[in-house]
């Protein structure tokens, strides 16, 4: 389903190429039992779902309440995010299912501004002053028939950004319930208050999915979503800028000044294709997922994400799951090291400014690397603990870009469910 999430603390991270906006996640119906209600059909493929999700759940129906703590640090003294985030679900009536989460983190750190990275010195960098962001959101998935709706709200608010949204989901099942189709509707409204900004201003969202959920066999499920998203407003990242060489004085160069400000379009045009199969191995007790998600946007960014998980289920209570992430991405068409330009337009020294321009590296040529190990304890009948560590990297690969630019992290979460 398309289901709007609190807007993660991505001036820096996030999803790898649309960053400056609220993270989607793109789920099956069926492949999450605590964002979709629908049962699934066999044991087996109950087992195996339950493992992809890394938990081991009670069947639907089950109120619970979850906590859950990451520490994202980028190496060198750049971003680091502390987010603690409730969840909660609740069966308010046999066929009404509400969930909830509310999120409270803070960013502390250095990002790059756009000027060209020097060794031994730090003034590309612009230094974060501590900020902290409330969000939550809220959604009730309603069953009747054969069909689900469930509508969401979500809110947002930091020093310099406030985001509204709401989504809603529809979801049929057919063929005696081994396929599912799913559309979804989503939209937001952003608030950009920066203090560098003169007035405040505005970005507006909308996102469309349709997509089918296929069992294949008891153990085997496949899903396909593609996504068509308008993004209209401001799109910038008031917090970078362009380096123009030898401005204001062809004569004094100075190699950090940052003069101006980026420019990026004002309409953005993303289509997002994803294909998962998810697999439960019967003889290793464990389950398999592969996942493949296309990307690309009017910015010519086109990207391929490749994701791998295995589950595996070690005694009654314990799942250890190993994952890894690759992914690569061209650069943005109006993406540049360096500009050529004069903000003034004065010959002879230098020629007008293009339309568009933007130094920020997250818009460059680019490969992610993402890896790690997670393991949920269910150590009562009613309680679960999780804990997981990922490694996050990130490279350039236009050989014009300083490897610095390009951010290491390393990410621990914590968290526990309680069922009542």
């Not at 003294?77 to 046999?94: E, K, S």
């Not at 940052?258 to 019967?282: A, C, M, N, Y």
Request: charged letters at 20%; glycine letters at 8%.
């Amino acid at each position: 389903m398309l289901l709007l999430r609190t807007r993660l603390r991505i001036k820096e991270r996030g999803c790898d190429c649309y960053r400056m906006s609220w993270c989607r996640h793109l789920r099956a119906v069926h492949v999450s039992p605590r964002r979709a209600p629908q049962a699934t059909r066999t044991l087996a493929l109950s087992l195996a779902l339950a493992l992809q999700l890394m938990q081991l759940q009670k069947s639907r129906g089950e109120n619970h309440v979850d906590y859950r703590y990451e520490d994202y640090a980028e190496e060198n003294g750049r971003m680091q995010i502390r987010t603690h985030a409730l969840d909660f679900g609740f069966q308010i009536h046999p066929s009404v299912e509400l969930q909830g989460e509310l999120v409270y983190d803070a960013v502390s750190g250095a990002t790059p501004s756009g000027g060209l990275p020097t060794p031994g010195n730090r003034g590309w960098l612009t230094e974060i002053h501590p900020d902290v962001r409330k969000a939550g959101n809220l959604s009730a998935a309603v069953r009747w028939g054969a069909n689900t709706t469930t509508p969401q709200f979500a809110y947002s608010l930091e020093n310099d950004y406030e985001s509204f949204g709401a989504s809603l989901n529809h979801a049929i099942d057919f063929n005696e319930k081994n396929t599912t189709l799913t559309v979804g509707l989503a939209g937001t409204h952003d608030n950009i208050f920066a203090g560098s900004l003169s007035s405040t201003e505005h970005k507006d969202s909308v996102d469309v999915l349709l997509g089918v959920t296929q069992l294949l066999g008891p153990k085997t499920v496949l899903t396909a979503n593609f996504t068509y998203g308008v993004a209209n407003g401001y799109l910038n990242d008031p917090y970078k800028g362009v380096h123009i060489p030898f401005y204001p004085d062809p004569l004094t160069p100075d190699p950090l000044v940052i003069t101006f400000g980026e420019s990026r379009p004002d309409h953005r045009e993303k289509q997002i294709g994803f294909l998962s199969l998810t697999h439960f191995v019967t003889p290793w007790n464990g389950s398999a997922e592969v996942s493949y998600r296309l990307y690309h946007d009017s910015y010519g960014i086109l990207s391929h994400t490749l994701t791998l998980n295995w589950f595996q289920k070690i005694g009654k209570h314990v799942v250890v799951s190993p994952m890894f992430r690759f992914t690569d991405q061209s650069a943005a068409d109006f993406y540049m090291v360096q500009l050529p330009g004069d903000p003034a337009g004065d010959p002879p020294y230098y020629a007008p400014l293009p339309k568009y321009y933007s130094s920020d590296y997250r818009l460059a040529s680019l490969q992610t690397f993402t890896y790690g190990l997670s393991m949920t304890w269910k150590i009562k009948d009613r309680v679960s603990i999780d804990l997981a560590y990922k490694r996050y990297e990130m490279f350039g690969t236009d050989s014009v870009t300083s490897s610095q630019l390009f951010p290491k992290a390393n990410i621990f979460s914590v968290g526990a469910r309680l069922w009542f």
